[in-house]
């Protein structure tokens, strides 16, 4: 478990708050870009989610044999992910942690999963992304999914500030030491919980770190 200090209480009061809800805010089965991604992972894979909230992605990767690890900086959002894992018999390390002061180095996995991560500021990202790298075993898949600054005229989930959302320039050049096989720009009606739904500005990455 991290012993990283947690962030300014404003921001994890938020997420308590919201978490707190009786329902999962994004639905209990995992993103659909992460789902579309089953072909390319097995059965073993180490898998690293990042800010899981309530586990939904956790879940799902583990339900494909992967071994995962996942993360929050909420307890609320993490005891109700280690509730929706036992629900569905998936194993996982839930850590409690900090993404600002996550150990990026401490281990290195076949797969890290970021979906809708898009609280942090261009400095801050910019750390984060270097983790993600320094996170990837050789070879392993980066999986990505955020929102684009289009997004702004749909409101329907997501932060509200433009330089907290992706582009295909930003993410091309963040992960330029990848190989970049996927990368693109697409609006898409989500139904992912009360959290994520209508039509929404979304960009996907996946990308692999050479062997």
Do not use: F, H, I
């Given at each position: 478990?991290?012993?990283?200090?947690q962030p300014a209480g404003t921001e994890l009061d938020r997420w308590n708050t919201r978490f707190s809800a009786?329902?999962?805010?994004f639905g209990t089965e995992p993103n659909q870009f992460l789902?579309?991604?089953?072909?390319?992972?097995k059965p073993g894979m180490r898998a690293?989610?990042?800010?899981?909230?309530?586990g939904r992605n956790s879940v799902g990767l583990a339900k494909l044999g992967l071994e995962v690890t996942a993360f929050d900086f909420s307890p609320i959002g993490l005891e109700k992910?280690?509730?929706l894992a036992a629900s569905k018999g998936a194993k996982i390390d839930y850590r409690h942690g900090n993404i600002?002061?996550?150990?990026?180095?401490?281990?290195?996995y076949d797969v890290v999963a970021a979906i809708f991560i898009q609280f942090a500021t261009p400095a801050q990202r910019a750390g984060i992304f270097r983790g993600f790298i320094d996170a990837l075993a050789p070879g392993g898949l980066l999986l990505m999914q955020g929102y684009t600054p289009k997004q702004l005229q749909y409101g329907t989930g997501g932060p509200k500030q433009v330089e907290n959302l992706y582009t295909?320039?930003?993410?091309?050049?963040s992960f330029a030491s990848l190989e970049i096989i996927e990368l693109r720009e697409h609006d898409i009606e989500v139904q992912e919980g009360p959290g994520h739904s209508g039509m929404s500005a979304l960009i996907d990455l996946v990308a692999r770190k050479p062997a």
């Open positions: 478990m991290s012993t990283a200090p009786t329902d999962y805010v789902a579309a991604q089953a072909p390319c992972l690293l989610c990042v800010a899981d909230g309530e992910a280690r509730r600002l002061e996550w150990d990026w180095k401490a281990s290195q295909e320039a930003l993410l091309r050049e």
